[in-house]
């Protein structure tokens, strides 16, 4: 479903380009080339300012927060998250059926099945370089889901999820099963624990810039979803509380950036009962695409072969 939207989205993108180039061409008399580039300037800028506004409010919260801003990691994550954010958003998940492999063939495995469960508004694409990055360290088969509808609450994912896990788990004749969560797919996952069998069926959780605690970004976002993501609302409360009182032994790991951009404050991606990791440099969509954590990943998924 998101891919269709995405694929409606980059259609309407082409065109316009399509109307420019030949205005340029034809009413203004520039030569191909000359439009080909003016094109491509448009198409690259239209990537960096869609990238720009959340980090504008990020470094406003920050300021208004007195929290200390650090010119040299904020533009390298900035760098880092416009290359990210366009080949996922423009490549990767709008194509997701042709350039995403299928998930490996049912049958025993070489180490205890992982799912990657991805975040807000992304499907199983999102995981393309992580995906890779990961079989090269782990011998365990990695299998993905996409999670719809991409605007629904959080709670109408928990059997989507636990229906997926059951699915894995047969099939790999596995009685447990690794989750690598991404943002909000983490929220989900740790709801699949509080709630049901999830804990009997997990054996270690990670996630990755999810907002634990919220994020006042989700101001800026559309859905049921985000709006559960927002700080201090009852869903999320509610979700710790559930926690507490179920007080489920499975490992977690919190995987997050200093420098995210959609999640603030950032130390909303802690957990007070989880080994709590922190990188700088990195921004939210291009941690999935960094080998330093795919090597912290591979770390976490090792420990339970």
């Given at each position: 479903m998101i891919a269709r939207a995405i694929i409606t989205l980059?259609?309407?993108?082409?065109?316009?380009?399509?109307?420019?180039?030949a205005w340029l061409l034809r009413v203004k008399g520039l030569g191909f080339?000359?439009?080909?580039?003016?094109?491509?300037?448009?198409?690259?800028?239209?990537?960096?300012?869609?990238?720009?506004?959340a980090?504008?409010?990020?470094?406003?919260?920050?300021l208004?927060?007195?929290s200390p801003i650090n010119i040299g990691d904020t533009l390298a994550a900035m760098g880092k998250e416009i290359w990210s954010r366009s080949l996922a958003f423009t490549f990767v998940q709008p194509l997701e059926k042709w350039v995403m492999a299928p998930d490996p063939e049912p049958g025993p495995s070489a180490g205890m099945p992982v799912l990657?469960?991805?975040g807000y508004v992304c499907n199983r694409g999102i995981w393309r370089a992580m995906r890779r990055l990961l079989g090269e360290r782990v011998p365990n088969p990695l299998f993905t889901i996409?999670?719809?509808?991409?605007?629904?609450?959080?709670?109408?994912?928990?059997?989507?999820?636990?229906?997926?896990?059951?699915k894995i788990c047969a099939a790999t004749g596995s009685g447990k099963i690794v989750i690598i969560a991404h943002s909000m797919g983490g929220l989900a996952a740790r709801a699949y624990l509080a709630r049901g069998v999830g804990a009997?069926?997990?054996?270690?959780?990670?996630?990755?810039?999810?907002?634990?605690?919220?994020?006042?970004?989700?101001?800026?976002?559309l859905g049921r979803n985000v709006r559960q993501m927002y700080c201090g609302n009852a869903w999320l409360a509610k979700l710790a509380e559930e926690e507490t009182r179920r007080?489920?032994?499975?490992?977690?790991?919190?995987?997050?950036?200093?420098?995210?951009?959609?999640?603030f404050p950032t130390t909303s991606c802690r957990l007070s009962h989880a080994n709590n990791i922190a990188l700088r440099g990195i921004g939210h969509v291009s941690l999935l695409h960094s080998a330093h954590v795919a090597d912290l990943l591979a770390q976490e998924i090792m420990a339970e072969n």
């Open positions: 980059l259609i309407l993108e082409f065109l316009s380009y399509t109307v420019l180039g080339l000359s439009v080909a580039a003016i094109v491509l300037a448009v198409f690259v800028s239209v990537r960096i300012v869609i990238s720009l506004p980090y504008f409010v990020a470094s406003l919260l920050r208004k927060s007195h990657l469960v991805h996409n999670l719809e509808p991409p605007l629904a609450p959080i709670d109408d994912y928990l059997p989507q999820l636990a229906t997926r896990v059951d009997e069926r997990v054996a270690r959780l990670v996630t990755i810039a999810s907002p634990h605690h919220g994020t006042e970004i989700a101001r800026l976002g007080r489920s032994a499975v490992p977690v790991t919190c995987i997050y950036s200093d420098n995210d951009d959609l999640v």
